[in-house]
């Protein structure tokens, strides 16, 4: 059991650009959710997949965002045209049913800059 | 729906005093019930969780928290504060598949 990783760590990008983050969840984990998290805030939930199949979307989840697991394994968050508002920690968790409070993993985060 | 209130955006303790972070929820339904960890950084680490049963629930790093339901309460103890608890503490509630957090409450730990 590795933990959750996320990959860049790090990203700045000049508005407009698209940007692709990536999440490997605790392996054998069915449940894979993302959160986003801003400045002196707590996390708010975006999306969760079980398995392969993107079960629920936040209204923050707007058009230009997408979230896809196509294996049910990894999970890749894109968005398109970034705003400047677009920049905060994107966090990953995974899940898998342990007794019945399904608790979440988290990783270490991506933290996203739009200049 | 599901809701999380923290009182107190930053809290300051001297070493080796109690520490009491307040959290209150409202839930449509039996609330799930988590406190995390954040250094800076980095992503959350879970502290301890209510499900049921115990409303007494201990975790991590001599943290503790109780589960009253009739304050609609969740508030994080510890009775000695240690240097390495500063740090940005989140409470949550679930609610179906997401997690709803609170605010967060940045702890300062006065040498």
């Known amino acids: 059991d590795t933990g959750v990783s996320q990959n860049p760590r790090h990203k700045i990008t000049k508005r407009g650009q698209n940007v692709t983050f990536r999440c490997d969840p605790i392996?054998?984990?069915?449940?894979l959710y993302w959160y986003r998290q801003t400045l002196g805030q707590g996390p708010e939930f975006l999306t969760y997949?079980?398995?392969?199949?993107?079960?629920?979307k936040s209204r923050l989840l707007s058009d230009r965002f997408s979230a896809e697991r196509p294996k049910g394994s990894f999970s890749t968050l894109e968005i398109q045209r970034t705003e400047q508002g677009d920049s905060a920690m994107y966090l990953c968790?995974?899940?898998?049913?342990?007794?019945?409070?399904?608790?979440?993993?988290f990783g270490p985060g991506t933290r996203l800059t739009v200049t | 729906a599901q809701s999380v209130t923290q009182l107190g955006s930053h809290v300051s303790v001297s070493e080796g005093a109690l520490v009491l972070l307040r959290c209150n929820y409202s839930?449509?339904?039996?609330?799930?019930l988590f406190w995390y960890v954040q250094y800076p950084n980095q992503g959350l680490q879970l502290l301890l969780k209510?499900?049921?049963?115990?409303?007494l629930v201990k975790g991590i790093n001599g943290f503790e928290a109780e589960f009253k339901k009739s304050e609609t309460s969740f508030h994080l103890t510890k009775p000695s504060a240690h240097m390495s608890d500063a740090a940005e503490y989140f409470c949550?509630?679930?609610?179906?598949?997401?997690?709803?957090f609170g605010t967060g409450t940045r702890l300062t730990i006065i040498p």
């Open positions: 209510y499900t049921t049963g115990a409303t």
């Open positions: 839930s449509s339904v039996p609330p799930y």
């Open positions: 949550a509630v679930k609610g179906n598949e997401k997690l709803t």
């Open positions: 392996s054998e984990h069915n449940r």
């Open positions: 968790a995974s899940s898998s049913p342990s007794g019945n409070t399904y608790e979440q993993y």
């Open positions: 997949f079980q398995n392969e199949a993107q079960l629920e």
